[in-house]
């Protein structure tokens, strides 16, 4: 088989001058539909690169990206040094476990490379270890035990590897929420239909779509509030839970018939009332109740216009919010008459018994209702 790049020259010289880098183990992993037994391999650090497209730090390299003005190239010691930053600082919780557990058992599970290194399963493992041997010195922290797979697939299967491994359990540190949108979105763009998504991801069909459509939202107030795409933004300050919240009450306003027109107005209401500091619980309740009321939709005429602040436009949601709210528990004790009544009219039609204990709550429910008619 004939080597096309350098990198897998030397990769496959390594072996070859070096037999014993060759593992007395294997590791099954799933490739184009077929489940393969692949060799494990101690290789040199230094022969590997990280993966940019990991999906654990999407939200930080897309920035990291925009602030260079250009794509990141691991393969460059620079670029290799800031990539292995965020891996090492993303959590420092679990970069501290994961770093105790390679000193106290090593490396357990292989990782998962290309034929030209670049690993696509074991980033963060690989950034410990390198932060290890530089610490101690110790010769043992400066290998990666991994298999590697074959150069024939293509970056729609490998994507498909990398989220095979990383949604399972290990000392592997989650996604995020940003950073999944993101890369259930990057399997679209790799050819990926949503129903092979959700297959590869465990879930279902509206899952993806519910999660495609909170990246837009995403994206979309991003560029509202900030004026760009701000995915590291987004992450920091934990706009994502608030946006659930709107993509939930999207489908529920389309749902109960509003047009295109109002569902944009709406949606712009929702941006504003987020960048003027509401929860996802104050979402939440204009959802219930605020989005219809004119106090609602003064308020943000008013603030486009700039006549009042955005606090000033907060409270006026907050206000329109509770108001209905208000109103609705107002006629709660109405809805729960009614619903005894028809509850009694029916069994009064009907054809049953009435016992003593019957009778006994009978009587207790009269007596309520004495008290409650004397009441003004």
Not at 110 to 123: C, E, F, K, Q
């Amino acid at each position: 088989m004939t080597i096309n790049s350098t990198y897998e020259q030397r990769i496959e010289a390594y072996i070859k001058s070096n037999p014993t880098c060759v593992r007395d183990r294997i590791q099954r992993i799933e490739i184009e539909g077929q489940i393969q037994d692949l060799p494990v391999y101690r290789l040199p650090i230094k022969l590997l690169i990280f993966n940019v497209e990991n999906g654990r730090f999407a939200a930080d390299l897309e920035m990291l990206e925009a602030s260079r003005r250009r794509k990141l190239n691991t393969r460059n010691p620079d670029d290799s040094s800031e990539v292995r930053n965020i891996l090492l600082t993303k959590s420092p919780h679990d970069t501290k476990v994961l770093k105790e557990d390679l000193k106290k058992r090593g490396q357990i599970d292989p990782g998962v490379i290309t034929a030209a290194g670049v690993v696509i399963n074991a980033n963060r493992r690989m950034a410990v270890l390198t932060m290890l041997y530089e610490e101690t010195g110790d010769d043992k922290y400066s290998y990666l035990e991994t298999v590697i797979l074959p150069r024939s697939i293509n970056e729609t299967e490998i994507y498909k590897i990398e989220a095979r491994l990383q949604y399972a359990k290990d000392f592997k540190i989650g996604f995020g929420a940003v950073n999944e949108l993101i890369k259930i979105q990057e399997g679209l763009n790799k050819g990926m239909t949503q129903k092979e998504l959700a297959a590869l991801l465990l879930r279902d069909e509206k899952y993806i779509s519910e999660h495609l459509a909170q990246l837009k939202y995403l994206e979309a107030y991003s560029k509202f509030s900030w004026g760009k795409i701000d995915y590291k933004r987004i992450e920091d300050e934990k706009i994502t839970e608030v946006i659930t919240e709107v993509e939930k009450n999207q489908r529920k306003f389309r749902s109960e018939g509003s047009n295109a027109v109002e569902i944009k107005q709406l949606l712009e209401m929702q941006f504003a009332y987020i960048k003027s500091g509401c929860t996802y619980r104050d979402v939440r309740e204009f959802g219930k109740y605020g989005w219809k009321t004119k106090l609602a939709s003064h308020a943000t005429e008013q603030l486009k216009k700039g006549k009042i602040s955005e606090e000033a436009f907060k409270d006026k949601i907050d206000e329109a919010n509770e108001r209905v709210k208000i109103k609705k528990d107002e006629n709660k004790p109405l809805e729960i008459i009614v619903s005894i009544y028809e509850q009694f009219n029916k069994y009064q039609d009907a054809d049953y018994d009435i016992t003593p204990e019957v009778k006994k709550y009978l009587k207790k429910i009269s007596s309520i209702i004495i008290v409650l008619t004397k009441k003004k």
